[in-house]
Every structure is written in structure tokens, then in C-alpha cells.
């Protein structure tokens, strides 16, 4: 009997702890994020919203289900970026996995972007799609990463009418699935020059 007391009590302090820790949960907790009006141009990684107005945010499943309609993949996952002190006589080789068939724009998610360079990317995407606006696009990077959401909120803008958000990015891809190494694409830095900034 007395054994029953003591978990009652055990089980009842655990609930007061976890409605403490609820209560005291960072507003911007992933469950509460609102979408902001425009472009997001807080820091470039942290909680994002569940939605993206206009789009379709999918899974993994939702994802893999898309495959077979061919859909552009836009990977703008930033490029890494030389070390500080890093000697100037070595080559600075850095890899870049992503999702196979993935078309990779560094930076493209940044917000705001030069005029010139969200010029570029809309021109880029055009592209891509053949000048097909309802063609299926899917913008991703990382978890937690803002610039697959921004990519995804300017492509709706221009009138992409099939636009799908992958939030988990390349991490939630290569938890069931092979990488593939990719360059950014040459017709971007064209535009842009060397995404190492």
C-alpha cells in the first residue's frame, strides 16, 4: 500500500514538472511558429512555421511519392565556406551531399537577396521547369533551415502553381536513402560567381 502511495505522488510531481517545462517552452517552439508576411530574413537556421501558404509542405513519404512525376529538386543549402587561416597554397575541396537529381543553388534562400541575384534564381527555375509553371518543384536544405522556405515562398510569388516544401531537407532524405555529391549548379555561379563567400 504503501508502495501505491509513493508512485501516486511520483507520477503526480512528474506531471507538475512537465506542465512547468511546458509552460516554460520557447515561444517560438515548432508547433507555434507563425508564417511571417514576406520573406523570412531572421537568422537563417531555427524553428520554422508547419506551413507555407501556397504550397505543399510534404514528408518523406510525400517526397518519394512525387518521384515519379520527375519534379525539380532545389537544393539551396548554403556552400561551406573556407576556414579562417586556412592556407591560401591548399586546395579547399569541400563535398556537398544531396538528394539524387537535386539541382543545387547555394544561397538561394537567403533573404533579402540582391535584385540581380533573385533574378537569377527565378531565371534558373524557369529554366529548369521549361518556362512550365505547374511543372512540380521542391525546394529543400536542412532541418531547421529557413532558405528552403523562403525559395519556396518566392517561387509561389512568381506563379508556381506545384510548389512543395521538403522541410527535413537532406538529412531526413539520407535516414532511408542513398546521397549523392553534387556541385552547385554551373549556370548559378555563372550568375552569382564562387558561392564561398
Not at 507520477?11 to 507563425?34: E, Y
Not at 518523406?60 to 587561416?85: C, F, H, Q, S, T
Not at 534562400?109 to 527555375?125: I, K, N, Q, S, W
Request: glycine share 10%.
Amino acid at each position: 500500500m504503501r508502495r501505491r502511495a509513493g508512485n501516486a505522488v511520483l507520477f503526480a510531481l512528474g506531471l507538475m514538472i512537465g506542465a512547468t517545462a511546458a509552460a516554460a517552452a520557447p515561444a517560438d517552439s515548432p508547433v507555434n511558429v507563425p508564417e511571417p508576411e514576406g520573406l523570412y530574413t531572421g537568422p537563417p537556421h531555427g524553428y520554422t512555421p508547419a506551413t507555407l501558404k501556397g504550397a505543399t509542405v510534404i514528408d518523406l513519404k510525400g517526397l518519394e511519392a512525387l518521384l515519379p512525376e520527375a519534379p525539380v529538386l532545389i537544393d539551396v543549402v548554403l556552400a561551406d565556406r573556407r576556414p579562417a587561416g586556412f592556407p591560401a597554397d591548399r586546395p579547399w575541396l569541400p563535398t556537398h551531399r544531396s538528394i539524387p537529381k537535386a539541382v543545387w543553388l547555394p544561397g538561394a534562400g537567403e533573404a533579402p537577396l540582391p535584385p540581380d541575384r533573385e533574378a537569377a534564381f527565378l531565371a534558373r527555375v524557369a529554366a529548369l521547369t521549361g518556362g512550365d509553371k505547374a511543372k512540380p518543384i521542391v525546394t529543400f536544405c536542412r532541418p531547421e533551415c529557413w532558405g528552403s522556405w523562403n525559395a519556396g515562398k518566392r517561387l509561389v510569388a512568381a506563379g508556381y502553381t506545384r510548389v512543395h516544401w521538403y522541410p527535413l531537407g537532406v538529412e531526413g532524405w539520407q535516414d532511408d536513402h542513398e546521397t549523392t555529391t553534387v556541385k552547385p549548379d554551373p549556370p548559378w555561379v555563372a550568375a552569382n560567381g564562387s558561392p564561398e563567400r
